[in-house]
């Protein structure tokens, strides 16, 4: 578990995070809209960036030393855009990072690399050269990375951003295997994919906590405030200039629209909030928690 108190973060005099509280545990997700300090956040927690004030505690041991929090060895961090030289194999690769990180032993080096290989599902693949892997096996190659060192936190920048929807599934998939192991961090603005594997929420805008607490708990911000209308294509213009649409879905029977708002309209069902709706709830809203 990752306790961060009051953390405060400026960036040439700009107040990037301010006073962050939140409580990491199981796999969390940590969402916000473009800008709202997920990764200033991901980089302090992995000890990459300073923050100005605050601390930082994992199961309840303080870990910050100065400004930095100082975990490395229980902390692995993937960043958005990992990537190794381009024109060597999978396993040279892991083997060579593996090696800059301190392992000198060659036997443990190359049983640390054949287990995170095999946990990442990445077998068969060692001998590919990193160019001719595609986005999302190269990001397990990344948490591949990771695992050779053992850590039991793993954070995730925006995991599945520029995958297609295969990809994407397969690689919920494994984060939801590597959650039963580890403590996981996900940053992202799929709400989608935070649905389908976190169990906790951290929902930041502008460096403040809007809101932390369980999925349904979240949804449950929205409640009574979602509306669905079935309406013609040409009603559409219309109900998007007038109301707060938040979604929608050709049927047969025509365009099913759920609406954002406090009063129906003619037409309109009350309908049961997801995920999204709650998120937009608190978005919108912005007060801090
Ligand atoms: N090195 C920097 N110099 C100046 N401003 C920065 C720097 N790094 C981050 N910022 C600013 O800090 C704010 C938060 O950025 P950050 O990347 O942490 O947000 P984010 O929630 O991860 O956004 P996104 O979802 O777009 O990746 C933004 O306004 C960004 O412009």
């Not at 969402?31 to 956040?41: D, I, R, S």
């Not at 024109?87 to 892991?94: D, K, S, Y």
């Not at 707060?244 to 049927?251: D, R, S, T």
Request: charged letters at 25%; one cysteine or more; proline letters at 3%.
């Amino acid at each position: 578990m990752i306790h961060a108190s009051s953390v405060t973060k400026r960036i040439k005099k700009q107040l990037i995070l301010s006073n962050v509280s939140l409580c990491m545990e199981g796999i969390y997700g940590l969402v916000g809209p473009n800008g709202a300090g997920k990764t200033t956040l991901m980089k302090i927690l992995a000890g990459l960036t300073p923050m100005d004030e605050g601390q930082v505690a994992i199961d309840e041991r303080s870990c910050t030393k100065g400004k930095y929090v100082k975990a490395h060895e229980r902390i692995g961090y993937l960043p958005q855009d990992f990537m190794v030289y381009p024109n060597i194999t999978v396993e040279e690769a892991l083997d060579h990072l593996a090696l800059l990180q301190g392992m000198m032993d060659k036997g443990e080096r190359h049983a640390a690399v054949a287990e995170a290989i095999q946990k990442v599902n990445l077998n068969g693949h060692e001998t590919k050269k990193m160019s001719e892997l595609s986005g999302g096996m190269r990001r397990r190659v990344g948490i591949a990375h990771l695992l050779t060192r053992k850590p039991s936190i793993l954070l995730f920048d925006e995991p599945t951003a520029g995958l297609d929807i295969e990809e994407r599934i397969r690689f919920r998939h494994l984060l939801k295997q590597l959650g039963s192991e580890h403590t996981i961090v996900i940053s992202s603005h799929i709400v989608e994919d935070i649905e389908f594997l976190c169990t906790k929420i951290g929902v930041l805008k502008q460096g403040q906590v809007l809101f932390e607490g369980t999925p349904s708990e979240l949804k449950s911000r929205a409640k009574g405030c979602v509306w669905e209308y079935c309406i013609h294509p040409e009603e559409l213009d219309d109900l998007i200039a007038t109301r707060e649409v938040v979604q929608l879905l050709e049927e047969e029977d025509g365009i099913h629209a759920r609406v954002f708002s406090k009063n129906g309209g003619t037409g309109g069902r009350r309908v049961a909030p997801r995920l999204i709706d709650g998120y937009l709830a608190v978005v919108r809203r912005g007060e801090p928690r």
